[in-house]
């Protein structure tokens, strides 16, 4: 490798996912599923004004995922128009399920559990709720757990594929 040009930008992977990891979190669980909003823990949704207040800020929570989501492109674009760039999938998919998971410990920490913004899954009984945002932790810790894995995979791949190359 030349002065590390070649290698993956990591952050912009974890940033990636991030963004992803967001998206999916609004889609699925504030317009499909309807389990939650983004501030329906403060402003239940039993009033018109208080679906309109939680829809506006589901927005605000979008545009920040897709503003990620741009971020994380940008970055890897930086580094992708270079020609012959020895990239593992292995590296680059594990920055982005490391993002992912860093977005749903962030999300079920701050949000979940410190600030009350929301539960996971606020149609179920208040007193399985818990139950549903520890999931949705230990979800994340997972992702976490399996992305540097990936990662690890990558690197070795890459060094591997590195060598390969300087032995043409």
């Known amino acids: 490798m030349q002065d590390g040009q070649d290698k993956f930008p990591t952050s912009a992977g974890v940033i990636l996912g991030l963004g992803l990891g967001a998206f999916f979190d609004g889609i699925a669980f504030h317009q499909l599923l309807q389990w939650h909003h983004m501030l329906s823990g403060w402003y239940p949704l039993n009033s018109i004004e208080n679906i309109r207040l939680n829809t506006t800020w589901d927005g605000i929570f979008h545009s920040a995922a897709y503003v990620l989501v741009l971020a994380g492109l940008?970055?890897?674009?930086?580094?992708?128009?270079?020609?012959?760039?020895?990239?593992?999938?292995?590296?680059?998919?594990?920055?982005?399920?490391?993002?992912?998971?860093?977005?749903?410990?962030?999300?079920?920490?701050?949000?979940?559990?410190?600030?009350?913004?929301?539960?996971?899954?606020?149609?179920?009984?208040?007193?399985?709720?818990?139950?549903?945002?520890?999931?949705?932790?230990?979800?994340?810790?997972?992702?976490?757990?399996?992305?540097?894995?990936?990662?690890?995979?990558?690197?070795?791949?890459?060094?591997?594929?590195?060598?390969?190359?300087?032995?043409?």
């Open 74 to 168: 940008y970055l890897l674009w930086q580094r992708a128009h270079r020609s012959e760039l020895g990239w593992s999938r292995w590296h680059c998919l594990g920055t982005i399920l490391i993002g992912w998971g860093i977005f749903n410990l962030l999300e079920g920490v701050v949000d979940h559990q410190i600030l009350g913004l929301h539960q996971v899954n606020e149609t179920v009984p208040d007193a399985q709720r818990i139950y549903w945002d520890i999931g949705f932790l230990l979800w994340g810790a997972a992702m976490i757990v399996m992305g540097a894995a990936m990662v690890r995979a990558g690197v070795r791949e890459g060094v591997h594929a590195q060598g390969n190359l300087q032995a043409r």
